[in-house]
């Protein structure tokens, strides 16, 4: 049986050299309060990438100053991000994996001095600050943000931008009937509500023509929020406008109890796969090599994503592997001693 973990996927004009991807997972260490990369964010991934994932999300980072969750995350929006974005790209492509960027803006979640943005003047939480509902200006420049990190991005010499729309941030709150009271052309309807993401979309793909994903909240987890169905129509919508990928997280919305345990999100990813038939990446909760293998051998998924488990154990891959009684290649340098 051929081991599917360690198979290559190929994806527009990149291969990657293996199914494992580490999620994006934010750092909170920019202590210089800049956005700029700094020595921590070059090791840490890199060694993720040593440990041999296929695929190196990095975690999300802001397309502008405002759309930061905190002051010391990884920011795109600026040329002066360049730099340090170029280096930690030609440090992790040394070693033998891919990369991509996770383009994000925090809206409503924004916990930040100052004026946040979001579709609808609503606070996520009691003490949490309430957003501006944002007006056509706002939207225009926010759109116009992505774009530039996209460009950005690109420059810096990523594999894969992915879009993050999943975890109650700004493009998630437009698509959620919960979070979106809106009353002009990007309220009310589904449609309407997908507009600012399709926008958002279209506007990385005019200068961005490598793989894109985008990261998606499957489930509100409220009867009156977005269930999995909505997202199988928003995937074909997402498909048909060049999205290679859906990545399907789920919550974080609104304030919700969710219980999770081992996979508890692949029913989204294979539901997303089927019924849109697109690429789509797994994530939550997959610590095994034998879970991981499961969800590609049973087609449910194309990639895994994973999170808490390489920050726990960078070289995951090597545990998955002997796992799987797969013969995976060491890093050049440790040839004698893997
Ligand atoms: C995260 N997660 C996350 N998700 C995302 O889309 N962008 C991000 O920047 C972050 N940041 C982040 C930081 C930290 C420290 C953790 C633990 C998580 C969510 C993450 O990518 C993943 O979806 C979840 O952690 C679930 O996967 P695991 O950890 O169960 O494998």
């Known amino acids: 049986m051929t081991i599917k973990l360690f198979e290559p996927l190929e994806i527009k004009n990149i291969t990657l050299k293996n199914r494992i991807v580490m999620s994006p997972?934010?750092?909170?260490?920019?202590?210089?309060e800049d956005g700029k990369v700094e020595d921590w964010h070059l090791v840490h991934?890199?060694?993720?990438?040593?440990?041999?994932a296929g695929l190196i999300m990095v975690e999300a980072t802001a397309v502008s100053p405002e759309g930061r969750i905190s002051p010391r995350d990884l920011g795109i929006w600026d040329d002066s991000h360049i730099e340090g974005l170029k280096k930690l790209v030609k440090m992790?492509?040394?070693?033998?994996?891919?990369i991509g960027i996770q383009l994000a803006h925090a809206g409503r979640k924004a916990m930040l001095e100052g004026?946040?943005?979001?579709p609808s003047a609503i606070a996520y939480k009691e003490g949490m600050k309430t957003p501006k509902e944002m007006d056509g200006e706002d939207i225009h420049s926010i759109?116009?943000?992505f774009g530039k990190a996209a460009e950005r991005a690109k420059e810096a010499g990523f594999d894969v931008i992915e879009i993050h729309s999943a975890h109650g941030y700004l493009l998630n709150e437009f698509l959620s009937p919960l979070t979106n009271k809106r009353l002009d052309q990007y309220g009310g309807s589904f449609a309407n509500r997908y507009r600012f993401l399709s926008e958002v979309m279209a506007t990385v793909k005019s200068v961005w023509d490598g793989p894109l994903f985008v990261r998606i909240s499957a489930s509100d987890y409220h009867p009156d929020g977005l269930q999995v169905s909505d997202y199988v129509t928003m995937a074909r919508w997402m498909k048909d406008e060049g999205v290679d990928l859906i990545d399907c997280s789920s919550g974080a919305v609104v304030p919700a109890k969710i219980k999770p345990f081992p996979g508890y999100q692949v029913?989204?990813?294979?539901q997303i796969k089927k019924e849109a038939d697109i690429l789509t990446g797994a994530v939550g909760l997959i610590t095994a090599g034998i879970q991981a293998e499961?969800?590609?051998?049973?087609?449910?998924?194309?990639?895994?994503f994973l999170g808490r488990v390489l920050l726990r154990d960078p070289y995951w891959p090597r545990t998955a592997a002997r796992e799987l009684g797969y013969d995976?290649?060491?890093p050049t340098p440790y040839e004698r001693g893997w």
């Open 294 to 304: 499961e969800i590609l051998q049973n087609g449910r998924a194309d990639l895994v």
């Open 45 to 52: 991934y890199t060694s993720r990438a040593v440990g041999q």
């Open 267 to 270: 029913a989204f990813a294979e």
């Open 328 to 330: 995976l290649s060491p």
């Open 115 to 118: 004026e946040i943005l979001a």
């Open 143 to 145: 759109i116009s943000a």
């Open 25 to 32: 997972m934010c750092m909170y260490s920019c202590h210089l």
């Open 92 to 98: 992790v492509k040394a070693q033998g994996a891919s």
